[in-house]
């Protein structure tokens, strides 16, 4: 059984620094590319970060210089660190791991940006 669990979200002020977490298991991490998607209220889901397997990564242009992706293959999880965040940054935040047509979500974590 395939299973993305998320943790790291939570309540930040503006300028703040929040870490998420996603532990994977079930799949051959190594071989999967991943990506961090977000969703806001009443908007569309979007990718804001990617990495590949092969290490290679890509950013949303709102995001770009304040997020930054990484995996450990060794401990089979992803990470966003995500600094100077802003209250447009709030949002649900999911893990993805993908290979070919094969797709797998978190459960999704809030992050919420407010003073």
């Known amino acids: 059984q395939v299973q993305l669990v998320e943790s790291g979200g939570g309540l930040v002020q503006p300028g703040g620094s929040l870490r998420l977490s996603c532990a994977a298991s079930?799949?051959?991490?190594?071989?999967?590319?991943i990506n961090w998607y977000r969703q806001a209220p009443g908007k569309q889901r979007d990718m804001v970060a990617a990495?590949?397997?092969?290490?290679?990564?890509n950013y949303a242009d709102s995001v770009k210089g304040r997020f930054t992706i990484s995996r450990d293959n060794v401990k089979n999880t992803m990470y966003l660190q995500m600094d100077n965040l802003q209250p447009e940054d709030t949002a649900v935040y999911y893990c993805?791991?993908?290979?070919?047509?094969?797709?797998?979500w978190g459960q999704g974590t809030q992050v919420t940006v407010s003073s």
């Open positions: 990495i590949t397997r092969g290490g290679r990564t």
């Open positions: 079930g799949i051959t991490f190594s071989i999967y590319g």
């Open positions: 993805n791991a993908y290979l070919g047509t094969l797709q797998y």
